[in-house]
Structures are given as C-alpha cells and as structure tokens.
C-alpha cells in the first residue's frame, strides 16, 4: 500500500538478519527477562557480534560506519517485535552519538570500540527527582577539586541504569548560571561513589531495567568531562531532538505492528455468527487508524531523511515525537477493545502494547513539553523572531551540532 523509498537492497538484507536475530537471541527469552526486570549481558556480546550495535560509529572506533538507517532499522524491528527488553535504542542513538560528536579523541577510542562490541552499555543520566523535562532545573553537583570533579547527586528513570558501564551524566558546575552551569561527564560506572539504587517496576516495559543512580562523593578527572564546562545543556538540546525522532519511528512502527495483528484477530475471531472483520464498526476503526499509522509514517521518514541531510529542525522534532506519541496510544487503546477480555490477559501480544506505549507521551519530552516547543515557534515566526534552525544531522561534527541552540 505504502512503499518506503529511504532503504535500498542492502538495508533490507540488514533488516532480514536483525529479525533473524531477534528471532534466535530474544523472542524464547523475553518472557523470562520480564519477570527478571532485567536481560542478560551475554545478549549485548551477541548483538554487537552480529553487527546490531552503533551502526553509524566509524570504523576507526571499531564500527561499521554505516548511515542512519541502519540504526534505523534496529529501531523498527526491536519495535515490531515487541520485546522492549533490550535498551538497545538509548544506547545506540543517545550515548553512543555523544561520544562520537562531542567526545576527545582519547573518550572515543576508549569507548566506542566497547560500545560496538556490546561490551560497555551506555546509558544516559539526565533525569532527576525534581527535574524531569526541565534539565537546567538539575540539582546533582559537580565541584571541582584539582584535577579532579567530585559529583554528589541523584538521577531516577534511568534505562540501562543496572547494567550500564558508561553513563552519560548531566551535572551542575556553577548554581547561579542556568542552563550556562550545566556540564556533562562520561562517567566510569565502576569508580568508588557510583552507586546503583533498585530497578525500579514499572507499569511496562518490564524486561527493560529502570534505575535510580546515587553518586555519592564520585570523583572523576576532569578529562572524563564530555565538551566543555558550562556546555551541557547547549550539547544536550542537539541531541534531544534526535531522540525524540528514534521515539517517532519506534512509534510509527508499533501502530503498524498493533493494527496487523488486530486485523489477524478480529478476521478469524467470531461473535453473532460473523468474525469480528465482519462488523462495519471493526472496518470503520481500522479503517481510521491505518490511514494515519500511514500519514505518520510518511512524516516519520520525511524527517528521517531531514536528519540524515542535517536539516531536522527542534520543531519538526517536537510534532513527530507528539503527533506520533498520541498515534501510539491511540492505536493500541482502540485496538485492545477490539479484542474484547482477550485483549486485558498478559499472553496477548496487545496487553504488553498498551502497558508499553504509555511512557511514550513522557519520555524523552512530555507531550506538554512538545507543544510548548511547537507553539513557542508559531509565535516567534508571527512577531517576525528568528528562523528555526536545523538540528545536526547524524553524519555532522560537533560544531555544525551547535548551530541548533536557540
């Protein structure tokens, strides 16, 4: 119905093996890694022997050097599947996309060939108790001490947070400063004063572990800091942009999932003497629903192929991540009801959707968040303000990344 013209022979080659892999390594598994809150190591090894991990890292750094859409299409098949387990998505995306943007060059052949090998996780620590979407409200400290910065805070909602042996780590080196004190550390989860809380049990995404993290007197040297003090938070908003487009596409892709499945059951579940296909009502709705799973999908590759030339703007950011949060939960709402009690028992692929989709409307920027970005944009174009400006493309270094910041 719908062809995609962004993936050429050789992505789809990648595409057929990431399934095969998922397939092999997690589909037996994943029932168990949610009752355990948690996955094995040992997958991070596999995938990143398989090629899954960090696609676009160059291969000076020990990865394959690949465009996006590789990256791209881990993203897709991990959400297709529907095993949230694997926190593939922040390490790849976010953490990874740091250092190899803002990292020296010591960072990045330290961390990245053990990224790509799955041997170091990575993971990203900006949220606190007090300061969710709002990061210059940030409270965890880090104080300069000769060659060293000691850091004393707390972050929450961490994914990776159990397992993570890198940490991308947001902190406050000057109070008085706002959004200009905020400076970001690539922090070695093994040093003295790193301490991991509980996995915290969350509504969904149960095989994914979600932490609290302590740091408790850590002291790191000052060349751990990643780009330069008083940096971070101008670092940070090059990048949230990105992430919220990896939550567009992984959004689109579940509300695709979610209707193909809906139909498969409602074509062969019966009620009155007709399958529930046969109903108007069940044509109407699915109807509905997949012409915008496709309009988002449209928009999601639109601006998939805005990043990858560098021309993704904060704002056509801010409306993927939103439009297509609200699409997610949408789709697997209706769809649940349609298949009736069956669609409340945990062994329906439907049931682990619906409990999976809610955080989308708050990670990575609440959907209020979204709006304020999109709305405070309308009014500056309006009074005659300044232009949006391009959010850095994938492939761009880190001084073109700058240019985003308003």
Known sequence: MFERRLFKEEHEMFRSSVRKFI??????????????????????LKAGEAGMLCCTIPEEYGGLGLDYLFDVIVFEEMARSGFTGPGFLIHCDLVSTYVKSFGTEEQKKYWLPKMVAGEAIGSLGMTEPHAGSDLKAIRTRAVRDGDDYVINGQKVFISNGQLCDVLVLATKTDSTQGARGVTLFLVDTKLPGFVRGKNLDKLG????????????????????????????????????????????????????????????????????????ADFQNTQFKLAELKTEAVIGRVFTDKCIEQFMKGELTEVDAAMAKMWLSNLHCK??????????????????????AYADARIVKIAGGSIEVMKHIIGRALFREHLGGSTIRPIAGSQDDTNSGKRAVA
């Open 23 to 44: 397939e092999k390594e997690i589909a037996p598994f994943h029932k168990q890694w949610e009752e355990d809150g948690i996955v094995p190591r040992e997958l991070w």
């Open 205 to 276: 995404m149960k095989g994914q572990d979600t932490s609290e993290l302590f740091f408790e007197n850590l002291r790191v040297p000052a060349t751990a800091m990643l780009g330069e003090e008083g940096q971070g938070f101008s670092l940070m908003m090059t990048k949230l942009a990105q992430e919220r487009l990896a939550q567009a596409i992984r959004s689109a892709t579940v509300a695709e999932t979610v209707i193909e499945y809906t139909v498969d059951y409602t074509a062969q579940r019966k009620a009155f003497g007709k399958t529930i």
């Open 331 to 352: 789709v697997v709402d209706e769809c649940l009801q349609l298949f009736g009690g069956w669609g409340y028992m945990w062994e329906y692929p439907i049931a682990r």
